[in-house]
């Protein structure tokens, strides 16, 4: 997989005919407004149209792996830090789908 797809809410991104042609040619590969028979990575949050999946679902990983004891004592080991946990945001998560 080299890519997941995001969609925002917009009414002609959820209609029945993108999220058919999404299930069957991109399954488990995008992100936006779904029911409970599509295949989706990761479900558009309702009524959210500021909250993107990257706000609730990447940073929140992110943040969890890099703000771990002991702190880094500079931006460099910081920098190492961010790195690594976007380096396995993929692998993580693709795990807990």
Known sequence: M???F???GAPP???TEVCTFLNQ???KLWIG???DADDVFCSWPPRS???TPCDFCLWGYVKDNVYVPPMPKTIEEL???ICNALA???EQMLQNV
């Open 49 to 51: 149209p500021d909250l």
């Open 2 to 4: 080299d890519y997941i």
């Open 13 to 15: 991104h959820w209609s």
């Open 25 to 27: 040619h991109h399954p």
């Open 33 to 35: 407004r779904s029911g």
């Open 6 to 8: 995001q969609e925002d």
């Open 79 to 81: 920098k190492v830090r």
């Open 88 to 90: 396995s945001v993929t």
